[in-house]
Every structure is written in C-alpha cells, then in structure tokens.
C-alpha cells in the first residue's frame, strides 16, 4: 500500500511550486519557494505516514520495524537521554545526547543524527527508533537541534554555500559536536557516523564530503548531494531533480567518508534521482571498487553495493519503490516515517559497524 504524504504546510508549499513550474506560472512558484524556506508557513508536526511492508532480512540481519515496547526498552534499562550545548567559532547549538546503559567493552561508536525541517531532536529520536538500537550495541546517539532561529522551517541549511564547506557554519558545528562528544566519551576515532533526513541527509552528505577525518561514514536518508543548490531557489530545483553538478571542494588527499544511501521510490518530495546520483558519484570517490547488484532481498527493495578489492562496503543504495518522503520502517510515534520494512535505521547501524574500520 503507497503512503500518503504528510500533511505539512512546508511541503504543501512545495508542492504548490512544482505545480506552478509545470504550469508555466513561475512568480506563482517563486512565492510557493519563499513560503516554504522562509516560514510564512507554519509546520504541523504532529502528523505521521506509514504503510504496510513484511519484515525482511538481509545479509542475516532482521530490519523490523519497532513497537512501543521496544521504544521504551532503553529508557527502561537505565538509559540516559540528555540535554547539551555546544559553541565554536562557527555557532552554538543544543543537542540531546543518548548514553547506553551498559557498555562494558566500552562505547563502539557515536551516531549524529540529523532531524528534517519542521522536526526536533526528540521527534526524530521517537521516529527513527534509533535509541533502541544504540542501547542494543553500545553506541551513543547524537541529535543537534535546529531551531527557528537558524531556519523558519527548522531546515539544516544545506543550499547555502556558507554551509557546505569545511571550518565554516553548519558543518563546522556539527563536527565540533561529534569531536567533543566522542573526546568526553572515549568514542574510538573510526567509529563516528553521521545520519540525516531530508535537509538533514542533505547536511550529511555534505560532512562526508569535507569532514571525512572526523565522520567515517554516513547516512543518507531521502537527502541530497552535497552542493546540490547555492540557494533557496536552486534547493527547489535540486529537489526536484535538476541540482547544480557541484558546489562543494573535496580534497582528493583527504578523501570521502563511506556513504549510505535510503530512498523512496515514490518521493516527490526530493525525487529518487537524488540518491542514484549520490550512488553514482561514489563511484568516481572509489574508483578500485566493484559495482554488485544484490539479488532481490524483498519485494521492493533494490539495493546497490561498491565494494574494495578487501571486501570493505564503502557505499550502497537502498530504493525502497513504494516509500514516499519518510523514515523507512520507522515509528509512527514520530514524524516523517513510514512503518515498512526494511529498517533503514537496522540497516544505516548495521553499514556503519561492518563494513569497514
């Protein structure tokens, strides 16, 4: 069964513009754009999307989606949920900070996890689900806030060029966070993981790219890629699947962080050419890697692999055909999910803790 969309007045402006543009009224979609990035509307958060899908397993891991019981496991067990703040030279931000109850082979890894527009750290915790899991392997959780201070819409401002490149802004604040949470907490340094949704998979994508010696692999859920828009009228564009070819510098000496990507085939939101092109320029980043074609794991799913001559994963795709914009195998006690199998939060963890050190 398809999902329907949430009902967000951002993205309902959203998709007034591409109504527009197809309709050849484009002051009617510069409007719709302005609206949408700049919060003359106002978010609903409380709505959430989900549809039918039977459990799978890949690679001999179950990605089921959770249950209310599951969801209060860690908190149950000792768990602590967190508020910090962090300042830099670039900007301060609060975050929420999930520390496992027990660990005791020490701490295996930091997850920094980053929320969409219109939602919070703590609807983003609920939605992914991500918590149980970390308290399951011993890892710590992460979720920066941004707030409607720093965007109307709450958006990680990942179309702004001052936002897309290394020591300044955004990723300068959200690796200054990761450093000083996996320092306090003794995180093994090739064991930190960045994951966004959205704007946030957006703003993930961009980490990967210019703080790879801080993030060893990433998470890209219904996201785009880095410098895909120099500003709120070209993100539209991109968003649609017509981005700029680059806007971001990567040092080849300094490489690229492992990426994994998750996409809906049925966004319309940001299109599903987002992620093939997140897929495909990976290929230029490992150029010694191998293409596979997994066979077919579920109805559903393609999944896609470049793989090292050492048998080390350094990216894959998910295209999940029937999934909109939304968490796949998410919460419903969250926003923008969707309650299908797989579980990209199962299968971002299980990426980030196989397939390479």
């Known amino acids: 069964m398809k999902d329907s969309f949430m009902k967000s007045p951002f993205f309902d402006a959203m998709r007034r513009a591409t109504e527009a543009t197809r309709g050849g009224d484009l002051d009617g979609a510069t409007r719709a754009i302005h609206e949408a990035f700049s919060g003359t509307v106002a978010p609903n958060s409380n709505d959430a999307i989900a549809r039918g899908f039977d ?12 249950d209310s019981e599951t969801r209060q496991k860690a908190a149950a067990g000792g768990a602590s949920m967190l508020t910090q703040t962090y300042s830099g030279a670039a900007g301060s931000r609060d975050y929420r900070l999930f520390l496992p109850s027990q660990t005791p082979d020490g ?26 899991i970390a308290e399951r392997e011993g890892l710590i959780v992460v979720y920066p806030e941004q707030t409607t201070t720093h965007n109307a819409n709450g958006c990680w401002n990942w179309f702004e060029p001052a936002n897309q490149r290394r020591g300044e802004g955004e990723p300068a604040i959200l690796a200054g966070i990761a450093q000083q949470v996996a320092q306090a907490n003794n995180v093994p340094g090739h064991a930190v993981f ?5 704007a946030g998979g957006a703003m993930a994508a961009i980490l990967g790219a210019v703080y790879s010696d801080v993030f060893n692999a990433v998470g890209v859920h219904s996201g785009l890629p880095a410098g895909a828009a120099r500003d709120a009228a070209t993100a539209f564009a991109a ?3 017509h ?19 998750v996409h809906g085939g049925q966004d319309t939101t940001v ?11 990976m290929t230029s980043v490992f150029p010694k890697a ?28 998910w295209e999940v055909a029937d999934l909109g914009h939304a968490w796949a195998g998410g919460s419903p006690a969250g926003t923008f999910t969707s309650a299908s199998n797989p579980n990209a939060s199962e299968g971002f963890v299980h990426f980030f803790l196989t ?3």
């Open 194 to 198: 960045a994951v966004g949704l959205s």
């Open 107 to 132: 701490v295996r890894g930091l997850i920094l996890m980053l929320h969409g527009c219109t939602q919070n750290p703590d609807d983003f915790s609920l939605g992914t689900a991500m918590n149980d």
């Open 55 to 66: 459990g799978a397993t890949i690679d001999g891991v179950a990605y089921s989606s959770p």
């Open 355 to 357: 397939s390479g050190a």
């Open 271 to 281: 299109v599903p050419s987002n992620g093939v092109r997140l897929f495909d320029a």
């Open 290 to 317: 191998t293409l596979h074609n997994d066979p077919t794991v579920e109805a559903g799913l393609m999944r896609r692999r470049l793989v090292e001559p050492d048998g080390k994963t350094v990216a894959e795709h």
């Open 243 to 261: 981005g700029v070819e680059t806007a971001v510098f990567v040092d080849p000496a300094a490489g690229h962080a492992r990426m994994m990507i």
């Open 239 to 241: 968003m649609s699947g």
